[in-house]
């Protein structure tokens, strides 16, 4: 089972900052089966990276996401107050076929 | 416009059934891999299980933690996928949400339906 580890675990930054969030994983992840979501209190999950770096449809071009193998990175260029949020990583594999990460909460220093 | 709606959530007691249903529209269900994903009280999320189209051989997969005592399954003709869960466990206490998207990822998201376990 491939294990992916997300840090920080919480990175309290303010608006207009740029935050960098880090998955790594146990094994090497194919570039296209790595996604990124986004979640806030109380919603479900939003896609908003697949293929380790390609953008969601209606995903604004802040968010980008890049890296290979066991090591990938989402970055928002400027944080916007609606970016605080959770941001959890995921891998689609053999078996099992998907695993997240823990995820990282982005919070309002 | 693609909608997944859950339902049949509820409070059970430790070791017994429920049954969720995911009332599906928007798009072609009968082509589409289905997954359920929960979340714990305050957790991450952890993929349950799917399964595959019918034209793919209609196969499920499982997370080990589920595997044996829940079943996924689809109703094509009613576009609905269930999730029928047996022998809960406290720690199967979440929201379980419906979702699809390319099989490999997941572009749409139900809103998810709250399972409690408590005696």
């Known amino acids: 089972e491939i294990v992916l580890t997300q840090s920080p675990g919480t990175l309290s930054l303010s608006p207009g900052e740029r935050a960098t969030l880090s998955c790594r994983a146990s094994q090497s992840v194919s570039s296209s089966y790595l996604a990124w979501y986004q979640q806030k209190p109380g919603q479900a999950p939003r896609l908003l990276i697949y293929?380790?770096?390609s953008r969601a449809t209606g995903i604004p071009d802040r968010f980008s996401g890049s890296g290979s193998g066991t090591d990938f990175t989402l970055t928002i260029s400027r944080l916007e107050p609606e970016d605080f949020a959770v941001y959890y990583c995921q891998q689609y594999g053999s078996s099992p076929p998907v695993t997240f990460g823990p995820g990282t909460k982005v919070d309002i220093k | 416009e693609v909608q997944l709606v859950e339902s049949g959530g509820g409070l059970v007691k430790p070791g017994g059934s429920l049954r969720l249903s995911c009332a599906a529209s928007?798009?072609?269900?009968?082509?589409?891999?289905m997954s359920w994903v929960r979340q714990a009280p305050g957790k991450g999320l952890e993929w349950v299980g799917r399964?595959?189209?019918?034209?793919?051989?209609?196969?499920?997969d499982y997370a080990a933690p589920v595997k044996g005592r829940f079943t996924i399954s689809r109703d094509d003709s009613k576009n609905t996928l269930y999730l029928q869960m047996n022998s809960l466990k406290t720690e199967d206490t979440a929201v379980y949400y419906c979702?699809?998207?390319?099989?490999?990822?997941?572009?749409?998201w139900g809103q998810g339906t709250l399972v409690t376990v408590s005696s």
């Open positions: 928007g798009f072609t269900f009968s082509n589409a891999w």
């Open positions: 979702t699809t998207g390319s099989g490999k990822y997941f572009d749409y």
């Open positions: 293929g380790a770096s």
């Open positions: 399964i595959k189209s019918k034209t793919d051989g209609g196969t499920t």
